[in-house]
Every structure is written in structure tokens, then in C-alpha cells.
């Protein structure tokens, strides 16, 4: 069965830096565009990054542009959200999503701290 799994996140000062990983397994992870989606306490989940699944292209939110990059790597089945400059808005539940012939799938999520 399709399976995602967050890993990677913490708690980081605000301005450092956090790569989250996402495994993925039970399906052909090349064929299908994955993203990152991000849910803050009390707000809804918002779309963060898309990127295609042969990687060729990719797109942000306008909150994280500059700062996060998406990346895969299809010989691992591993997508990677870099994470620059952070602040403390961008504390969140970070999800991973797929989503293949139009059904969603979901990781349970890494949660990034971003305090001092």
C-alpha cells in the first residue's frame, strides 16, 4: 500500500536551517508529483511545494520563495523540503502528499519548532 513518512524536523532558532524528508513506498514514486503541505496550530492546512515527478519543475507558496527548496530523489523514492532562513511562523506540522489518479495520499507529518 502507499505509504509516506516524515522525517527531519525539530525545533531550530529562528534563521537556521532544517531539511525534512519524506519516504515514500508502495507505488511507482517517479509517475506522480509530490508536495509539501504545512498546518500551523489553530489555521488550515496550506499548500507549501509542488514539484513534478520527474523533477523537472517545481512551485511555492509566496510565503516560502527563497527560502525552501523542494528537491526528489527517485532512486531513493525520497522527496526533501529545505528549509532556509526560518521564522517563526513557519512552525508548523509538516506533511508530505501524493496524489495518484486523483486520490490523496498523506504522511502523519514531522513538526518544525521555530523558537529561540
Known amino acids: 500500500q502507499v505509504q509516506l513518512v516524515e522525517s527531519g524536523g525539530g525545533l531550530v532558532q529562528p534563521g537556521g536551517s532544517l531539511r525534512l524528508s519524506c519516504a515514500a513506498s508502495g507505488f511507482t514514486f517517479s509517475s506522480w508529483a509530490t508536495s509539501w503541505y504545512r498546518q500551523a496550530p489553530g489555521k488550515e492546512r496550506e499548500l507549501v511545494a509542488t514539484?513534478?515527478?520527474?523533477?523537472?519543475?517545481?512551485n511555492y507558496a509566496d510565503s516560502v520563495k527563497g527560502r525552501f527548496t523542494i528537491s526528489r530523489d527517485n532512486l531513493k523514492n525520497t522527496a526533501y523540503l529545505q528549509m532556509n532562513s526560518l521564522k517563526p511562523e513557519d512552525t508548523a506540522v509538516y506533511y508530505c502528499?501524493?496524489?495518484?489518479?486523483?486520490?490523496?495520499?498523506w504522511g502523519k507529518g514531522t513538526l518544525v519548532t521555530v523558537s529561540s
Open positions: 502528499m501524493t496524489k495518484i489518479w486523483q486520490t490523496p495520499y
Open positions: 514539484i513534478t515527478g520527474l523533477g523537472g519543475s517545481t
